[in-house]
Structure formats: C-alpha cells, structure tokens
C-alpha cells in the first residue's frame, strides 16, 4: 500500500517546500496506486506490485513476516486456547506490548527523541504539544501512549483472546492449507485490500456527527500527529476499527490468517501516523502517508487509504495541492 507520487515537477510551495502556515507539502499531489486505472497498465500495475517500495514490500511483507514470527514461535498453542485461562491470555498480552513498543516505539526514538531527520519533510514543523490543556497529562505524546498502548492494546489483546478461544472450539471455520493451498495464499493478498476497504467504510461511519462528537474526536485531537497518534482513540473507535477481523468468524481462513490481518491494523497505523514524508533513514526505508495527513488536517477528506480509489470514486479525495495547482502541474506535464 502507500502513496503513490508524481515525479515532482515543480516546488508548490516555498524554497524549502513549506507553506506559509509552516507546513511541509510534497511538491506533487498524492494519488492511487494503479490497480484501478483504466486502460489498465500492465508495466506500472506490475511495478507497484513487485518492485521497492510497492504493494508487497517493504509494509506488507514486513508485516506478513512479524505475523509469522509471531504465529511459529509466540503464540500460543491452539489446544491451550479451548478455555479462557490467564496463562495463555497473558502470553498474548505480553507478545503484542512488546510489539507495539518497539515497532511505534522505534518510529517515536528515531524520529522525536532522537530527532534524526530534524524537521526534513515533517508535515508540521511543531513537534508535538506539551503543557496543552487539550490532552492528557497536558502531553500530547503521554496522552497518545495511554490511549494507544494502554487502551488500544487492550483491545486488541480482546479481540485476538477472543477469536482464538473460537477457532479452538470450532465455533468459527477452519481453513486448511493442504486442502485449498491456491485460496490459503491469496487470503494474504486480500488482507490488505480487505482492511483498507473496512477502513474506508468505518471512517466514514465514525465522522457521522453524533459519533464524531462523542467518540471520533479524541482521535482528531491530534491535528500534528506523531507515531502514538495511530491508535490513539476512544475505545469504542478501537472495537469498531479492529472489527474488521470479524471476516474470519464467518468467512473460511486459518488462524494465521487472522493474526496478519490483526498485527496489520494494529501496528499499520505507527506508519501513517508519524508525520514524516518518506524515505527516512537516509533514504532507505519508504514510510509516512501525507494521504492521511491531510485527513487529520482537513477532516473531511481522504477517509481510506491510497490503495483503493474509494475516496476519489465517493468525492473525498484531496491530492494535497494548493487550489489551482493541480491544473498547474497536468499542464506543466505535457511540455
């Protein structure tokens, strides 16, 4: 998944790419990957697919490959899970702390504590707010850790207790890989697909206003977001946005299966959240979303994700461009 973007064709914005409020915006708009545009390109369709970075690698592969350490080595035994007993349940508690720690952990040390790529292609050139009658703890960050790896990882943790205890009693169906290996692979393919799809859907669900008012603002706080911000929600937008794993109460798919789908929308959003343009780390590790930076910006806007072209097919869509700049660039492209 991830942003798509133009080769830059000029500076919008100021000498150092900023705007007059201070804000750092790519000098060309964000757009879709091409898996929907017509006529079909076969070439650049095959180059998001396969090439670095695209859809496979570096987010989901990376992702795919923590679900299988975690599936072969931390996870408990199925047969352990016919029962809610506190041994196994804190096993998984304890695996997914770690996890969030060190993968939104490690965005927040590089990044804010470190500040190893200072203000290069921050979206916002504040960092994030202290003494802020606005949060918790008057800190944005500690606030955003509470909701996040104290509340959400909760969540999380409940959902994955949950499911478990039903695929060990066979309350739920159970796919085989020696029966259908053909469908066993493509469920890590639709994955990402499916949850960005869920996404969009319960995004736009949580800005209707009485749900907005009561639960999705906490999120919005966050109008400067870092690496913490990414579940930094009300726990009742936590139980709705993970309930995109409910697919495998009812459709057939192996536990493995449910676990990428799980550890990818939990630890997926340290990546869209922390506010930096990528490449980082000297220009090696592809990563932010300026696609969803505009969201917390602009609210109204870019609901999904840059995948599918849900938000430009239902008029969400905003490529990030000052009014008039688009027409600008398209013809400043044709000479």
């Given at each position: 998944?991830?942003?798509?973007?133009?080769?830059p064709?000029?500076n919008l914005a100021?000498?150092?790419?900023r705007?007059?409020?201070?804000?750092?915006r790519?000098?060309?708009?964000?757009?879709f990957?091409?898996?929907?545009s017509?006529?079909l390109?076969?070439?650049a369709?095959s180059?998001?697919?396969?090439?670095f970075p695209?859809?496979?690698?570096p987010?989901?592969?990376l992702l795919?490959g923590?679900s299988a350490?975690s599936?072969?080595?931390t996870?408990p035994d199925i047969?352990?899970?016919v029962h809610?007993q506190?041994?196994?349940i804190?096993q998984?508690y304890?695996?997914n702390?770690?996890?969030?720690?060190?993968?939104?952990?490690?965005?927040?040390?590089y990044?804010?504590?470190?500040?190893?790529?200072g203000l290069n292609r921050?979206?916002d050139?504040?960092?994030?707010?202290k003494?802020?009658r606005?949060?918790l703890?008057?800190?944005?960050v500690?606030?955003?850790?509470f909701?996040?790896?104290?509340v959400a990882?909760l969540v999380?943790t409940?959902?994955?207790v949950?499911?478990?205890?039903m695929?060990?009693?066979?309350?739920i169906?159970?796919?085989?890989?020696?029966?259908?290996?053909v469908?066993?692979?493509l469920?890590?393919f639709?994955?990402?697909?499916?949850r960005?799809?869920h996404?969009?859907?319960?995004?736009?669900?949580?800005?209707?206003k009485?749900?907005?008012?009561?639960?999705?603002y906490?999120?919005?706080?966050?109008?400067?977001p870092?690496?913490?911000s990414?579940?930094a929600?009300?726990p009742?937008e936590?139980?709705?946005y993970?309930?995109?794993?409910?697919?495998?109460?009812?459709v057939p798919?192996?536990p493995f299966?449910f676990?990428f789908?799980l550890?990818?929308?939990?630890l997926?959003p340290?990546?869209g959240?922390?506010?930096?343009e990528?490449p980082?780390?000297?220009?090696?590790?592809?990563?932010?979303?300026?696609?969803?930076?505009?969201?917390h910006?602009?609210?109204?806007?870019?609901?999904?994700?840059a995948?599918?072209?849900?938000?430009?097919?239902?008029?969400?869509?905003?490529d990030?461009l000052?009014e008039?700049?688009?027409?600008k660039l398209?013809?400043?492209q044709?000479?």
């Amino acid at each position: 998944m991830g942003i798509q973007p133009l080769e830059p064709a000029t500076n919008l914005a100021g000498d150092d790419g900023r705007n007059a409020k201070g804000e750092w915006r790519p000098p060309y708009p964000v757009k879709f990957a091409p898996l929907f545009s017509w006529p079909l390109h076969a070439g650049a369709l095959s180059k998001w697919l396969f090439y670095f970075p695209g859809f496979l690698w570096p987010l989901n592969l990376l992702l795919l490959g923590i679900s299988a350490v975690s599936w072969y080595y931390t996870q408990p035994d199925i047969a352990r899970c016919v029962h809610f007993q506190p041994g196994w349940i804190a096993q998984v508690y304890v695996r997914n702390l770690v996890m969030m720690w060190l993968f939104y952990g490690g965005y927040h040390l590089y990044l804010y504590t470190l500040k190893r790529e200072g203000l290069n292609r921050k979206y916002d050139a504040n960092w994030p707010a202290k003494n802020s009658r606005l949060f918790l703890f008057r800190d944005q960050v500690w606030d955003n850790i509470f909701w996040t790896s104290g509340v959400a990882l909760l969540v999380w943790t409940g959902y994955e207790v949950l499911t478990l205890w039903m695929y060990a009693n066979h309350y739920i169906p159970w796919l085989e890989w020696a029966r259908h290996p053909v469908y066993f692979v493509l469920w890590f393919f639709a994955i990402p697909l499916w949850r960005e799809f869920h996404f969009y859907w319960v995004h736009r669900l949580i800005h209707w206003k009485p749900l907005y008012k009561h639960v999705h603002y906490l999120h919005h706080k966050n109008i400067n977001p870092n690496p913490w911000s990414g579940m930094a929600m009300h726990p009742v937008e936590t139980i709705i946005y993970l309930s995109v794993v409910m697919i495998h109460w009812v459709v057939p798919s192996h536990p493995f299966h449910f676990l990428f789908d799980l550890q990818h929308a939990a630890l997926g959003p340290a990546s869209g959240h922390h506010g930096f343009e990528g490449p980082i780390a000297q220009g090696k590790w592809p990563t932010g979303s300026y696609f969803h930076y505009l969201h917390h910006r602009y609210f109204e806007c870019n609901y999904g994700e840059a995948t599918l072209p849900l938000d430009r097919w239902f008029g969400t869509f905003r490529d990030g461009l000052p009014e008039g700049a688009g027409a600008k660039l398209a013809e400043e492209q044709k000479d």
